[in-house]
């Protein structure tokens, strides 16, 4: 159910894109949405974030149809620069390119904050996920020059509790 309201509001998005003649785009949706979408948790969402590959502001009326969402900044948050490579695109989109992020992009993202919901949902996906590709990502996020610095420190900080309570 919670997966398919979400899906229907992409879909409406991307009706939207057609209608108003735009161009098709690329999102990459990250966060609770991503982990139902992809069935890597079953935790309830409706909200979506997404990472902003810096849209013009005509998509702004398209991506209102995704109510409630928030538009990360690549530089304030924890993802690789290789998440794309990673992503999993949905096929039953024709006109726009939908990506959720890997369940291992998504697990080294919840690392910075590890409030009870994060962790809830990491509980979930780390048995699925993979070890070595785990730790790449986290190599690859620690050596990141655009990430700012008080986002480096916090990620830091959590990674030590991380790394002992799931044994990455």
């Known amino acids: ?55 013009p502001a005509k998509y702004g009326k398209v991506f209102t149809l995704l109510r409630d969402y928030d538009m990360l900044e690549f530089q304030s948050t924890i993802l690789s620069p290789n998440f794309k490579e990673r992503a999993t695109k949905l096929d039953e989109f024709k006109y726009i390119s939908v990506y959720i992020l890997s369940k291992e992009d998504i697990a080294v993202s919840k690392i910075i904050r590890l409030a009870d919901k994060d962790i809830e949902d990491l509980n979930q996906i780390i048995p699925k996920c993979d070890r070595n590709t785990l730790n790449l990502i986290i190599d690859e996020v620690l050596n990141r020059t655009d990430l700012f610095e008080s986002k480096r420190n916090e990620f830091l900080k959590k990674l030590k509790i991380f790394r002992e309570k799931y044994n990455v």
């Open 1 to 55: 159910m919670i997966k398919n309201n979400l899906l229907e509001a992409l879909h409406q998005m991307e009706d939207v894109t057609k209608l108003f003649k735009l161009e098709p785009f690329e999102i990459y949706i990250i966060g609770g949405s991503a982990c139902v979408l992809g069935e890597y948790t079953t935790r309830a969402t409706l909200d979506f974030d997404f990472v902003d590959l810096g849209y």
